[in-house]
């Protein structure tokens, strides 16, 4: 059983910065495509970005692109997303999940999922 867990959301200003952590137990960390999705009230769950397990190739909604970069670093068993220039829609609950195969934007794809950390833009 992988255990994912997310940090670094929290409340910003419209055109403001964050930086989402999110970290795996598993060792085989490696080998798991990563990806993040996000809930905002009152809609479905959407994919937002992902990354292959080398690092090597990532992948973006349209209403991200540009403005969000996924990364990762499989010594710390840690995927970020740097999300820049945000916007009130970007209001979400964001969720870390993790799956042991290719990218997918679907979310059923994914095994394992954190608890999700909320992401609130507004001035």
């Known amino acids: 059983q992988v255990q994912v867990v997310e940090s670094g959301g929290g409340l910003v200003q419209p055109g403001g910065s964050l930086r989402l952590s999110c970290t795996a137990s598993?060792?085989?960390?490696?080998?798991?495509?990563m990806g993040w999705f996000r809930q905002a009230p009152g809609k479905e769950r959407e994919f937002v970005a992902a990354i292959n397990w080398s690092g090597g190739n990532t992948y973006y909604a349209d209403s991200v692109k540009g403005r969000f970069t996924i990364a990762r670093d499989n010594a710390k068993n840690t995927v970020y997303l740097q999300m820049n220039s945000l916007k009130p829609e970007d209001t979400a609950v964001y969720y870390c999940a993790a799956r042991p195969g290719s990218y997918s934007r679907n979310s059923d794809a994914y095994n394992y999922w954190g608890q999700g950390t909320q992401v609130t833009v507004s001035s």
């Open positions: 598993e060792r085989t960390f490696s080998v798991y495509t």
